[in-house]
């Protein structure tokens, strides 16, 4: 399937964590950013998207691609991180330093 012929879906919380992560936006802002980025060139690996800088956890099933999480702009390479984290019970720190509490 061509990049151009997907639908795309964003979740709720995949919307609220780019607000978080990124910069506010309204939902079908960032519904209709996704789809003109998806017509440039982009990485995908497994389930894991970078895409403009930022990265998404994303589904795709019957040419849908539904955008399940932000992980926001990071130098970090989160698949790889993902995996690090989970074998050794841990987590990924997408604060920047940032840190609430």
């Given at each position: 399937?061509r990049?151009?012929?997907?639908?795309?879906?964003?979740?709720?919380?995949a919307?609220?964590?780019?607000?978080?992560?990124?910069e506010?936006?309204?939902?079908?802002?960032?519904?209709?950013?996704?789809?003109?980025?998806?017509?440039?060139?982009?990485?995908?690996d497994r389930?894991?998207?970078?895409?403009?800088?930022?990265?998404?956890r994303?589904?795709?099933?019957?040419?849908?691609?539904?955008?399940?999480t932000?992980?926001?702009k990071?130098?970090?390479?989160?698949?790889?991180?993902?995996?690090?984290?989970?074998?050794?019970?841990?987590?990924?720190?997408?604060?920047?330093?940032?840190?609430?509490?």
């Open positions: 399937m990049r151009h012929e997907k639908r795309v879906r964003l979740t709720e919380h919307h609220m964590r780019y607000c978080e992560r990124v506010p936006i309204g939902h079908e802002e960032l519904l209709r950013m996704l789809q003109e980025q998806l017509q440039r060139p982009y990485r995908r389930r894991y998207a970078h895409i403009e800088g930022v990265w998404w994303t589904t795709l099933e019957d040419g849908v691609m539904t955008f399940q932000c992980y926001g990071t130098h970090i390479y989160i698949p790889e991180a993902v995996k690090w984290a989970k074998r050794n019970n841990d987590r990924i720190d997408l604060t920047g330093g940032r840190y609430g509490g």
